[in-house]
Protein backbone atom coordinates (compact mmCIF):
# COMPACT_ATOMS: atom_id res chain seq x y z
CA UNK A 1 0.00 0.00 0.00
CA UNK A 2 0.99 3.33 -1.17
CA UNK A 3 3.13 4.72 2.07
CA UNK A 4 2.06 8.91 1.53
CA UNK A 5 -1.84 7.62 1.30
CA UNK A 6 -4.17 9.53 3.78
CA UNK A 7 -6.87 6.53 3.23
CA UNK A 8 -6.34 3.88 1.96
CA UNK A 9 -8.93 1.04 0.75
CA UNK A 10 -9.04 -2.36 -0.33
CA UNK A 11 -11.94 -4.23 -2.01
CA UNK A 12 -14.43 -3.38 0.71
CA UNK A 13 -17.61 -5.37 0.21
CA UNK A 14 -21.13 -5.27 2.12
CA UNK A 15 -24.23 -7.23 1.33
CA UNK A 16 -27.75 -6.66 2.72
CA UNK A 17 -29.78 -9.64 2.20
CA UNK A 18 -33.10 -8.71 0.35
CA UNK A 19 -36.01 -9.19 1.79
CA UNK A 20 -38.23 -12.16 0.58
CA UNK A 21 -40.64 -9.46 -0.83
CA UNK A 22 -38.38 -7.24 -3.08
CA UNK A 23 -36.32 -9.64 -4.93
CA UNK A 24 -38.96 -9.74 -7.51
CA UNK A 25 -39.07 -5.96 -8.00
CA UNK A 26 -34.88 -6.06 -8.02
CA UNK A 27 -34.58 -8.54 -10.08
CA UNK A 28 -32.95 -6.96 -13.43
CA UNK A 29 -32.71 -3.31 -11.65
CA UNK A 30 -28.93 -2.43 -12.80
CA UNK A 31 -28.59 -1.16 -9.21
CA UNK A 32 -28.94 -4.53 -7.48
CA UNK A 33 -25.45 -6.65 -7.88
CA UNK A 34 -25.76 -9.97 -8.73
CA UNK A 35 -26.62 -12.80 -5.93
CA UNK A 36 -29.71 -11.12 -4.70
CA UNK A 37 -27.55 -8.81 -2.43
CA UNK A 38 -26.74 -5.07 -2.65
CA UNK A 39 -24.57 -2.72 -1.01
CA UNK A 40 -20.74 -2.23 -1.73
CA UNK A 41 -19.08 -5.09 -3.90
CA UNK A 42 -15.83 -4.36 -4.35
CA UNK A 43 -14.05 -0.60 -3.36
CA UNK A 44 -11.05 0.23 -3.34
CA UNK A 45 -8.80 3.34 -3.74
CA UNK A 46 -6.14 5.86 -2.28
CA UNK A 47 -6.49 9.34 -1.06
CA UNK A 48 -3.92 11.24 -0.78
CA UNK A 49 -3.32 14.01 1.57
CA UNK A 50 -5.16 17.47 0.53
CA UNK A 51 -7.58 15.68 -1.95
CA UNK A 52 -11.15 15.97 -2.68
CA UNK A 53 -12.44 12.42 -3.97
CA UNK A 54 -15.98 13.21 -5.67
CA UNK A 55 -18.30 9.94 -5.68
CA UNK A 56 -21.17 9.86 -7.42
CA UNK A 57 -23.68 7.72 -8.53
CA UNK A 58 -27.48 7.01 -8.35
CA UNK A 59 -29.81 6.57 -5.56
CA UNK A 60 -29.11 3.05 -4.25
CA UNK A 61 -26.08 2.77 -5.12
CA UNK A 62 -23.85 2.16 -2.40
CA UNK A 63 -22.77 5.86 -1.59
CA UNK A 64 -24.12 5.90 2.01
CA UNK A 65 -23.27 2.03 2.61
CA UNK A 66 -19.37 2.85 1.76
CA UNK A 67 -19.39 6.09 3.30
CA UNK A 68 -20.77 4.59 6.45
CA UNK A 69 -17.92 1.90 6.03
CA UNK A 70 -15.17 4.18 5.97
CA UNK A 71 -16.59 5.79 9.12
CA UNK A 72 -17.07 2.72 10.82
CA UNK A 73 -20.54 3.07 11.40
CA UNK A 74 -21.18 -0.38 10.22
CA UNK A 75 -18.23 -3.01 9.52
CA UNK A 76 -17.78 -4.31 5.90
CA UNK A 77 -18.02 -8.03 5.57
CA UNK A 78 -14.63 -8.12 4.19
CA UNK A 79 -11.58 -5.64 2.93
CA UNK A 80 -9.36 -4.01 4.07
CA UNK A 81 -8.80 0.34 5.39
CA UNK A 82 -5.55 1.71 6.31
CA UNK A 83 -5.43 5.53 7.47
CA UNK A 84 -2.18 6.94 7.32
CA UNK A 85 -0.86 3.31 7.00
CA UNK A 86 -2.49 2.46 10.52
CA UNK A 87 -4.55 -0.40 10.50
CA UNK A 88 -7.87 1.47 10.60
CA UNK A 89 -10.46 -1.15 9.89
CA UNK A 90 -9.36 -3.68 12.84
CA UNK A 91 -8.25 -0.76 15.32
CA UNK A 92 -9.66 -1.86 18.41
CA UNK A 93 -9.84 0.28 22.02
CA UNK A 94 -7.64 3.13 22.54
CA UNK A 95 -6.25 2.69 18.70
CA UNK A 96 -9.59 2.95 17.30
CA UNK A 97 -11.06 6.05 19.81
CA UNK A 98 -7.42 7.92 18.51
CA UNK A 99 -8.44 7.42 14.81
CA UNK A 100 -12.17 7.88 15.48
CA UNK A 101 -11.13 11.84 16.03
CA UNK A 102 -9.63 11.93 13.04
CA UNK A 103 -12.29 10.93 10.78
CA UNK A 104 -15.61 12.85 10.97
CA UNK A 105 -18.95 12.77 8.80
CA UNK A 106 -20.71 15.40 7.75
CA UNK A 107 -24.23 14.29 7.38
CA UNK A 108 -27.15 15.23 4.22
CA UNK A 109 -29.84 16.31 6.66
CA UNK A 110 -28.96 19.04 8.80
CA UNK A 111 -32.41 18.80 10.47
CA UNK A 112 -32.44 15.11 11.50
CA UNK A 113 -28.88 15.17 11.99
CA UNK A 114 -28.91 17.82 15.05
CA UNK A 115 -29.85 17.20 18.36
CA UNK A 116 -33.39 19.54 18.34
CA UNK A 117 -33.20 20.00 22.37
CA UNK A 118 -29.73 20.80 22.46
CA UNK A 119 -27.93 24.12 22.30
CA UNK A 120 -26.06 25.18 18.94
CA UNK A 121 -23.08 25.51 21.62
CA UNK A 122 -23.26 21.79 23.28
CA UNK A 123 -24.00 20.16 20.26
CA UNK A 124 -21.07 21.76 17.69
CA UNK A 125 -18.63 21.21 21.68
CA UNK A 126 -20.04 18.12 21.90
CA UNK A 127 -17.17 15.96 20.26
CA UNK A 128 -14.53 18.00 22.59
CA UNK A 129 -16.33 17.49 25.75
CA UNK A 130 -15.98 13.64 24.55
CA UNK A 131 -12.25 13.63 23.43
CA UNK A 132 -11.07 15.70 25.55
CA UNK A 133 -12.68 15.88 28.91
CA UNK A 134 -9.43 17.91 30.10
CA UNK A 135 -10.56 21.57 28.65
CA UNK A 136 -12.24 23.17 30.87
CA UNK A 137 -15.91 25.22 30.12
CA UNK A 138 -14.91 27.96 29.20
CA UNK A 139 -11.46 26.77 27.27
CA UNK A 140 -14.26 24.39 25.06
CA UNK A 141 -16.51 27.34 24.55
CA UNK A 142 -13.71 29.23 23.29
CA UNK A 143 -13.37 26.74 20.75
CA UNK A 144 -17.18 26.14 19.92
CA UNK A 145 -17.28 29.69 19.40
CA UNK A 146 -13.92 30.28 17.07
CA UNK A 147 -15.29 26.96 15.05
CA UNK A 148 -18.74 28.24 14.64
CA UNK A 149 -16.92 32.27 13.19
CA UNK A 150 -14.90 29.82 10.79
CA UNK A 151 -18.26 28.22 9.62
CA UNK A 152 -19.72 31.79 9.18
CA UNK A 153 -22.04 31.95 11.67
CA UNK A 154 -21.35 34.07 15.18
CA UNK A 155 -20.79 33.41 18.77
CA UNK A 156 -24.28 34.41 19.13
CA UNK A 157 -25.42 31.10 17.64
CA UNK A 158 -23.95 29.43 20.53
CA UNK A 159 -27.09 29.94 22.96
CA UNK A 160 -28.96 29.44 20.12
CA UNK A 161 -31.35 26.25 19.32
CA UNK A 162 -31.19 24.68 15.84
CA UNK A 163 -34.74 25.48 14.83
CA UNK A 164 -33.78 29.23 15.30
CA UNK A 165 -31.54 28.59 11.64
CA UNK A 166 -32.07 28.45 8.02
CA UNK A 167 -31.35 24.59 6.01
CA UNK A 168 -28.29 26.69 4.89
CA UNK A 169 -26.93 27.85 8.35
CA UNK A 170 -27.85 24.11 10.06
CA UNK A 171 -25.78 22.61 7.41
CA UNK A 172 -22.93 25.11 8.80
CA UNK A 173 -23.58 23.61 12.58
CA UNK A 174 -22.73 20.42 11.27
CA UNK A 175 -19.66 20.94 9.68
CA UNK A 176 -18.71 22.69 13.10
CA UNK A 177 -19.24 20.01 14.53
CA UNK A 178 -17.65 17.71 11.97
CA UNK A 179 -14.47 20.23 12.26
CA UNK A 180 -14.36 20.98 15.87
CA UNK A 181 -11.85 17.83 16.85
CA UNK A 182 -9.93 19.12 13.47
CA UNK A 183 -9.83 16.02 11.56
CA UNK A 184 -7.78 14.89 9.11
CA UNK A 185 -10.35 13.88 6.59
CA UNK A 186 -14.56 14.74 6.08
CA UNK A 187 -16.83 12.34 4.59
CA UNK A 188 -19.74 14.54 3.40
CA UNK A 189 -22.45 12.72 2.62
CA UNK A 190 -25.01 14.58 0.07
CA UNK A 191 -23.95 17.87 2.18
CA UNK A 192 -26.30 20.05 -0.19
CA UNK A 193 -29.05 17.67 -1.52
CA UNK A 194 -31.80 18.73 1.07
CA UNK A 195 -30.45 22.67 0.35
CA UNK A 196 -31.88 24.87 -2.31
CA UNK A 197 -29.02 25.00 -5.20
CA UNK A 198 -27.64 28.63 -4.20
CA UNK A 199 -27.56 28.25 -0.83
CA UNK A 200 -25.64 24.40 -1.37
CA UNK A 201 -23.13 26.49 -3.98
CA UNK A 202 -22.82 28.69 -0.65
CA UNK A 203 -21.89 25.00 1.15
CA UNK A 204 -19.72 23.72 -1.17
CA UNK A 205 -17.54 26.84 -1.17
CA UNK A 206 -17.32 26.85 2.77
CA UNK A 207 -16.35 23.03 2.89
CA UNK A 208 -13.36 23.78 -0.12
CA UNK A 209 -12.56 26.74 2.48
CA UNK A 210 -12.23 24.97 5.07
CA UNK A 211 -10.51 22.34 3.98
CA UNK A 212 -7.68 25.08 2.69
CA UNK A 213 -7.94 26.22 5.77
CA UNK A 214 -7.68 23.06 8.14
CA UNK A 215 -5.55 21.21 5.41
CA UNK A 216 -8.46 18.44 5.38
CA UNK A 217 -8.83 15.94 2.74
CA UNK A 218 -12.92 15.64 1.81
CA UNK A 219 -14.49 12.69 0.21
CA UNK A 220 -17.92 14.48 -1.11
CA UNK A 221 -20.45 12.08 -1.88
CA UNK A 222 -23.37 13.14 -4.23
CA UNK A 223 -25.87 11.94 -6.69
CA UNK A 224 -25.14 15.17 -8.86
CA UNK A 225 -22.37 15.06 -10.64
CA UNK A 226 -22.83 19.10 -11.13
CA UNK A 227 -22.09 18.78 -7.25
CA UNK A 228 -19.41 16.92 -7.55
CA UNK A 229 -17.88 18.57 -10.19
CA UNK A 230 -17.64 21.65 -8.36
CA UNK A 231 -15.49 20.40 -5.58
CA UNK A 232 -13.36 17.19 -6.31
CA UNK A 233 -10.34 16.90 -7.75
CA UNK A 234 -10.57 13.62 -8.56
CA UNK A 235 -14.12 11.69 -9.46
CA UNK A 236 -15.39 8.22 -8.76
CA UNK A 237 -18.21 6.95 -10.63
CA UNK A 238 -20.34 4.56 -8.57
CA UNK A 239 -22.88 2.04 -10.05
CA UNK A 240 -24.25 -1.14 -8.33
CA UNK A 241 -21.91 -0.87 -5.44
CA UNK A 242 -18.56 -0.40 -7.74
CA UNK A 243 -16.33 2.11 -8.56
CA UNK A 244 -17.07 1.63 -12.78
CA UNK A 245 -14.62 5.00 -13.23
CA UNK A 246 -12.26 6.86 -10.97
CA UNK A 247 -9.81 9.63 -12.55
CA UNK A 248 -8.70 13.06 -12.22
CA UNK A 249 -11.91 15.02 -12.62
CA UNK A 250 -10.90 16.50 -15.85
CA UNK A 251 -10.10 13.01 -17.12
CA UNK A 252 -13.73 11.40 -15.55
CA UNK A 253 -15.74 14.60 -16.89
CA UNK A 254 -14.59 16.18 -19.95
CA UNK A 255 -13.15 11.85 -21.08
CA UNK A 256 -15.29 9.90 -19.78
CA UNK A 257 -15.06 5.84 -20.76
CA UNK A 258 -17.58 4.26 -18.93
CA UNK A 259 -21.21 4.40 -20.44
CA UNK A 260 -22.42 4.79 -17.34
CA UNK A 261 -20.53 8.09 -16.96
CA UNK A 262 -21.33 9.37 -19.84
CA UNK A 263 -24.81 8.92 -19.58
CA UNK A 264 -24.48 10.72 -16.08
CA UNK A 265 -23.08 13.40 -18.34
CA UNK A 266 -25.29 13.36 -21.21
CA UNK A 267 -27.91 13.83 -18.30
CA UNK A 268 -26.23 17.13 -17.51
CA UNK A 269 -25.82 19.30 -20.86
CA UNK A 270 -24.21 22.28 -18.86
CA UNK A 271 -21.76 20.34 -17.55
CA UNK A 272 -18.75 19.57 -18.21
CA UNK A 273 -18.04 23.70 -19.17
N1 LIG B 1 -29.43 -1.42 6.59
C1 LIG B 1 -29.76 -1.89 5.39
N2 LIG B 1 -30.42 -3.07 5.23
C2 LIG B 1 -30.74 -3.55 4.03
N3 LIG B 1 -30.43 -2.94 2.88
C3 LIG B 1 -29.77 -1.78 2.95
C4 LIG B 1 -29.40 -1.18 4.20
N4 LIG B 1 -28.76 -0.01 3.95
C5 LIG B 1 -28.74 0.11 2.62
N5 LIG B 1 -29.33 -0.94 2.01
C6 LIG B 1 -29.48 -1.14 0.57
O1 LIG B 1 -28.19 -1.04 -0.01
C7 LIG B 1 -28.24 -0.33 -1.24
C8 LIG B 1 -27.34 0.85 -1.17
O2 LIG B 1 -27.91 1.80 -0.27
P1 LIG B 1 -27.18 3.17 0.05
O3 LIG B 1 -28.00 3.87 1.06
O4 LIG B 1 -25.76 2.90 0.36
O5 LIG B 1 -27.28 3.90 -1.36
P2 LIG B 1 -26.99 5.41 -1.73
O6 LIG B 1 -26.13 5.38 -2.96
O7 LIG B 1 -26.48 6.14 -0.55
O8 LIG B 1 -28.43 5.95 -2.15
P3 LIG B 1 -29.03 7.44 -2.01
O9 LIG B 1 -28.49 8.24 -3.16
O10 LIG B 1 -30.52 7.22 -2.13
O11 LIG B 1 -28.64 7.98 -0.68
C9 LIG B 1 -29.71 0.01 -1.47
O12 LIG B 1 -30.28 -0.94 -2.31
C10 LIG B 1 -30.30 -0.06 -0.08
O13 LIG B 1 -31.67 -0.40 -0.15
MG1 LIG C 1 -27.15 7.83 0.48
Redesign the pocket.
Known sequence: MAADALLEVRDLR?S????AGVIHR?KGDP??APGGT???DGVSFSLAPGETLGIV????????????ILLRL?EPDSGEMRFRGQDWRGARGADLRALRRRIQMVF?DPIASLNARMRVGTIVGEPLAIHEPGLSRAERTARTAQMLEAVGLGAEALDRYPHEFSGGQRQRIGIARALILRPELVVA??PV?ALDVSIGAQILELLDRLRREFSLTLIL???SLPVVAQLATRVSV?QA?KFVESGTADQVLQAPQHPYTQALIAAVPEIPA
Do not use: F, N, P, W
Open positions: KYAIAASTVGVGESGCGKTTLARIQDESISHMG
